[in-house]
């Protein structure tokens, strides 16, 4: 499961059937912040179309990805960022996501029978924070923006591993060895190959247990139990080679890792 | 007789006018808003339904308000609309739609199996002497086309709406029709 997947309220047998990210998106100024909505359209209403439109009317949109609910009817995610002072700069707004939510507002109003079902926002940590929990390492993607980490993680509905999206993210391609039209930028190599149906769902594996522990649970979790349940599911506490702790977001991310037949035996 | 469910909203707040939208890739669209205007407006015998256009793309929204329109206006729309998402090569087979007395017109300009390309046009005065257009190309789904095709009668009521208590007085006629031997 992806991050978005993981926190979006997605019945079963859901399916994605587009995704797009925008090349014209700002470079990042100061500090930024990004939303996510999940938006529902009725069932008259075609996803891919609804999208579009949608979105061309939202001008810190960066990305998203539209499906069919399992009864048919479409929804999309879509994502934008913006600098985190911009509204109360310019509007006397204390909340960093006011002017985000006004444009998904303004877009609305031409689409009366969309409806908003939820929403989730990230700062830049709790985007690293995300990337941690699928062990990657927060110094590698160091220097990347708001918009590369938003993008890695639509990258990851494409049945890519979030790992291999950072370690080839400085060459610019996502499929070494694999002869392809290389866009010369990770991001655009997996969404042009997703496109034309190259990616597909892998076989579910056994041992990943990572719907288990819900990740909200984990992070609840007190030290000492915390401590506990990475035991029972035998992972070492304490890093190889010294007697220092293992980081709480380390953790996590082994719990949600962790073998299936080792939790089997709880 | 069907209760209002919302006891505490006004009729004022529960309505919402009759409004079309053909929407396009790019956040390109075609709104059509009705309303009954009195027989002055356009010196007609009795009051009459007029239109209002509006266009939309990301960059601009002009609205044309309270337009008259030519008989059948809602039927022939709606035969366009889902002829423009059946045929083949509607470019090829369709003529362009077009509505004198709103000063709108729409056409086909291309399609692939997906999608189809329109220009849509609409004067800003249908009774200058030398017209204004103001013209919208966009490309929309068929799916799209075939939906808003049935979605255009609300502009009208003219779907075909059933009526619960009609229903019931149609079995009721139906049964005392019946032969009680």
Redesign the interface.
Known sequence: MTHFYNRLPFPPDSRMTGIWSNSWVDDPMGDEVAIGHLISFPD???A???S??????MPFNVGGFSGVYPDGSPWMFILQKAPADVSKRLMREEDPYWLMRDSLQRAMR???EARIVDELTWTRGKLEFAYALEGINTDDIADWTITDLIRGLLTECCYVELSDIVDRHATGCAFPGIEHDCAADVFTDVFARWGVGLLRRPEPQDNYVGAWYSIEDLQAMPRPELEATAKECGIRVRCRNSKKHRSRKRLIALIIKAPKKQNESE | MMLNPFPDVSPHDEH?PA?F?L???????VFLRSQIVPARTFETSGPALAFDVMF?A?NYHVWYMTRPTEPDFVDRLAGFLFAAANDFHPEQSLATFSDTAMGLTIAVLSSTDDRVGLEAMVLADPDADVPEPYDLNFE??R??LA?AAS?VRCLDRSWPVIDANDVDLAIESELDEEDPS
């Open positions: 008259n209403q075609d891919g179309l609804e579009d439109f949608l979105s061309s009317h031409f689409n009366h | 919402s409004q939208r929407p396009g890739f790019g956040g390109a669209a939309l990301p929309t789904s799916f799209t939906t979605a």
